[in-house]
């Protein structure tokens, strides 16, 4: 079975800086896709970045050229270092990673909250 460890949010007046880190554990599985996922109240969850074990990044249109994803494939660890964060980056955000074991699956975070107020 994985698990998904995030850690690092908080509050954060605008302007300022946030590094989110996910640790996934799990016995003979291999990660693929690896990825940050954002929820605000009363929104519908959405994909914030995602990289693939190869190192491909995407992301969401409004985080570009202020978040960058990353990963440590040698801990199983994905990164999110986000930068001039504005309050409507305030959510919950939530680690998923796609791993195999003989078939394909996900897994989920239990989500850390990130706020942005002055």
């Known amino acids: 079975q994985v698990q998904l460890v995030e850690s690092g949010g908080g509050l954060v007046q605008p302007g300022g800086s946030l590094r989110l880190s996910c640790a996934a554990s799990g016995s003979r599985v291999s990660f693929n896709a690896m990825g940050w996922y954002r929820q605000a109240p009363g929104k519908q969850r959405e994909l914030v970045a995602q990289v693939t074990s190869g190192g491909g990044t995407m992301y969401a249109d409004a985080v570009k050229g202020r978040f960058t994803i990353s990963r440590d494939n040698a801990k199983n660890t994905v990164y999110l270092q986000m930068n001039s964060l504005k309050p409507e980056d305030t959510a919950v955000y939530y680690c998923?990673?796609?791993?195999?074991?003989?078939?394909?699956?996900?897994?989920w975070g239990q989500g850390t909250q990130v706020t942005v107020s002055s």
């Open positions: 998923r990673a796609l791993y195999v074991n003989v078939g394909l699956y996900e897994s």
